[in-house]
């Protein structure tokens, strides 16, 4: 039982360029979340997911996308990377038993960096 | 004000020390509420939930006070062990019955020898 992974650990990236950050959860979660930290700003959602085939707008959904075509994955997407998206990236599930008030399990991260 | 505020600290306490956080909300619509301990370079991991007549988990004890909008975390006999940054969560249902977590920013706790 791995949990929830991430892919990559770390990135550097070049203005403009894209890129995919995957979340694989083996808990059989409904609830997926990505969120960025950064420092003095916390723990932020940029996108979450209530089950299969659904996506919603966290806090700070703009310059991303996301999708959850399988239960199990869910990725984030950069098109065009600005460095005000430097940071650091986490994603994490919760069953959703409680609504989703309920414990949600993190990933390692992602850190990327773009130049 | 913040939705969510914490003391950043450092709190630099010896071990053995009994040391106490608090974290204030400003919505008094929350509803649940979290402590999150995160290592450093590491991902948060749920400490432990509050309860609103507080809970205890070994060494740790959760309190709630509504009416003054706080919530505590006392960690008793600390060990080196237990140097984190705590991290305040806080969950409100807006006026769609929407549920939103906030984060507090942490209270970074370091237990020296």
């Known amino acids: 039982n791995a949990g929830v992974t991430q892919t990559p650990k770390f990135r550097v990236l070049k203005t403009g360029q894209s890129m995919t950050l995957l979340c694989a959860q083996d808990?059989?979660?409904?609830?997926m979340y990505w969120y960025r930290q950064d420092p003095g700003m916390g723990l932020r959602l940029i996108h979450y997911?209530?089950?299969?085939?659904?996506?919603a707008k966290g806090e700070v959904p703009d310059g991303y996308n996301v999708s959850r075509l399988k239960k199990q994955n869910f990725l984030l997407g950069l098109e065009s990377a600005a460095p005000s998206q430097t940071s650091v990236y986490f994603c994490?599930?919760?069953?959703?038993?409680?609504?989703?008030?309920?414990?949600?399990?993190f990933g390692p991260g992602t850190r990327l960096t773009v130049l | 004000r913040k939705e969510v505020e914490q003391d950043p600290g450092p709190f630099n306490v010896p071990e053995g020390a009994t040391v106490a956080f608090n974290c204030t909300y400003s919505n008094s619509a929350s509803q649940s509420f979290f402590w999150y301990r995160q290592d450093c370079r590491k991902e948060p991991k749920l400490l432990m939930s509050v309860y609103s007549s507080g809970n205890e988990d070994g060494r740790f004890t959760a309190q709630l006070n509504r009416a003054s909008q706080y919530i505590s975390l006392l960690i008793r006999d600390s060990k080196l062990s237990d140097s984190a940054t705590y991290l305040c969560?806080?969950?409100?249902?807006?006026?769609?019955?929407?549920?939103?977590?906030?984060w507090g920013l942490g209270t970074s706790l370091a237990v020296n020898p």
């Open positions: 994490a599930s919760s069953s959703g038993l409680a609504g989703g008030v309920d414990t949600q399990y």
């Open positions: 997911s209530v089950g299969e085939g659904t996506t």
């Open positions: 969560v806080v969950n409100i249902y807006n006026a769609g019955n929407n549920r939103k977590l906030i």
């Open positions: 808990m059989n979660h409904e609830y």
